[in-house]
């Protein structure tokens, strides 16, 4: 695992459900910003960049999608999509809740 997190303010990490986290990570050399809801931060973090669950069958990681497209189905606010960026040629995003699409629009800018 090649991935570097860190909360910009720990104090945030239990708060409440409509304040945002900013969180900003490491993936292939780049560093990357996004928001992310606050009552979601522990779950959406230990899953895609801690143990990277979407990666765990070696046909899945990341490197083997080297300018491949991506659907992310269920974006959410769009970590997974932000974490793939530099291997994928293009991704689509697709988030159907109204408050998770404006963050996944908000943090894929």
């Not at 998770?100 to 629009?105: A, C, E, P, Q, V």
């Amino acid at each position: 695992m090649n991935c570097v997190v860190m909360i910009v303010d720990v104090n945030k990490l239990l708060v409440d459900e409509k304040e945002l986290v900013d969180l900003q990570f490491l993936e292939a050399g780049i560093f990357f910003n996004c928001s992310i809801p606050g009552d979601c931060i522990w779950s959406v973090v230990k899953e895609i960049l801690l143990i990277e669950e979407y990666e765990w069958l070696p046909s899945f990681e990341l490197r083997n999608f080297k300018g491949k497209n991506i659907v992310d189905g269920g974006a959410h606010v769009g970590l997974f999509s932000i974490k793939a960026s530099p291997y994928a040629r293009k991704i689509l995003a697709i988030e159907p809740h109204p408050k998770n699409y404006l963050l996944n629009s908000f943090n894929k800018n």
